[in-house]
C-alpha cells in the first residue's frame, strides 16, 4: 500500500464534496464542500487543500449508470477532473462512484438526519465513500484504484 494523504472528490453540479485519507491510506474521512463555480473557484479552492495537506493523489468519483454506461454527469466528471489536473501537482485517478451518494444519504439517515439538515454534508460522505471504496480496493489489490486522468 503506497503511503501518502489523498483526496477524495465527489463532484456534483452545485456543490463538491472533498475528503481525505491519513498518511498510512487506511481511513477517509469528510473534509469540505466547496461550492461550484463557472469562474474555476472551486478548482483553486480544492489545489489550496491539496497544497495544504501534502495531498500526492487525488481520487476523483466517476458517476456511471448501473449498468457501467456512460451518462452526462459521467462526462462533467471527467471534465472537472481534467481541468483540476491544470490546477494540481498531484495526479489524479478517476474510480466508479455507482450508488455513493444514495450510500451517503442512507448513513446520515441512520445517523438520524433528515434530508434537509444532511444536504450540507451529504457530499462530504459520498466524497468520504469513493474515497475509502479506492484505499480498500487497492490494499486488497496492490494496485492502484481506477483510471489515470490523462
Known amino acids: 500500500m503506497r503511503t501518502g494523504v489523498r483526496l477524495g472528490i465527489d463532484v456534483g ?9 491519513d498518511l498510512h491510506g487506511m481511513l477517509a ?5 466547496v461550492a461550484r463555480s463557472e469562474d474555476a473557484a472551486d478548482r483553486r479552492r480544492i489545489a489550496e487543500i491539496v497544497s495544504e495537506l501534502g495531498v500526492f ?13 456512460h451518462t452526462a454527469s459521467t462526462a462533467d466528471a471527467v471534465a472537472f477532473a481534467e481541468a483540476l489536473g491544470g490546477e494540481v501537482e498531484a495526479p489524479i485517478r478517476l474510480v466508479d462512484e455507482r450508488l455513493s451518494t444514495v ?10 438526519r433528515n434530508s434537509k439538515t444532511a444536504r ?4 462530504q460522505v459520498a466524497a468520504t465513500i469513493i474515497l475509502q471504496h479506492a484505499l480498500d480496493a ?5 494496485r492502484p484504484p481506477g483510471e489515470p486522468v490523462e
Do not use: F, M, Q, Y
Not at 453540479?13 to 485519507?21: A, F, L, P, T
Not at 487497492?138 to 496492490?142: K, L, N, Q
Open 138 to 142: 487497492e490494499r486488497a489489490s496492490g
Open 57 to 69: 493523489e487525488i481520487i476523483v468519483g466517476l458517476p456511471l449508470a448501473l449498468s457501467g454506461a
Open 103 to 112: 450510500s451517503a444519504h442512507s448513513a446520515l439517515r441512520a445517523s438520524g
Open 120 to 123: 450540507p454534508v451529504v457530499d
Open 29 to 33: 474521512t469528510p473534509l469540505e464542500t
Open 13 to 21: 453540479k452545485v456543490r463538491i464534496g472533498v475528503s481525505r485519507s
